[in-house]
Nanobody, 110 residues
Framework: QVHLVESGGGFVQAGGSLTLSCAAS?????SAWYRQAPGKQRELVAT???????NYADSVKGRFTISRDNAKNTMYLQMNSLKPEDTGVYYC???????WGQGTQVTVSS
């Protein structure tokens, strides 16, 4: 059974940057980052295939960058120009294995 562990969340002021990591204990394929703000539904932030094809939610295009290191079975989310509305718990996900990480909190102050 593959497990996912996120890290890198924290508290940052608006305009700041954070980088999230998601380490998998085994080989993973298409992967994604989701986030859930308080009182809201979980939403898709970005996806990346094993070959590196990327897609982003409109709300983060131009500010967030998803990437991966297949040799390390690790996925990243570089978040720049953070806004208060980016606040939430960020989860990594591997849809074809129905895997979710435990989540990491990102808080952006205005």
């Amino acid at each position: 059974q593959v497990h996912l562990v996120e890290s890198g969340g924290g508290f940052v002021q608006a305009g700041g940057s954070l980088t999230l990591s998601c380490a998998a204990s085994g080989t993973i394929f298409t992967s994604a980052w989701y986030r859930q703000a308080p009182g809201k539904q979980r939403e898709l932030v970005a996806t990346i295939t094993r070959g590196g094809t990327k897609n982003y939610a409109d709300s983060v295009k131009g500010r967030f960058t998803i990437s991966r290191d297949n040799a390390k079975n690790t996925m990243y989310l570089q978040m720049n120009s953070l806004k208060p509305e980016d606040t939430g718990v960020y989860y990594c996900n591997v849809p074809d294995m129905k895997l979710w990480g435990q989540g990491t909190q990102v808080t952006v102050s205005s």
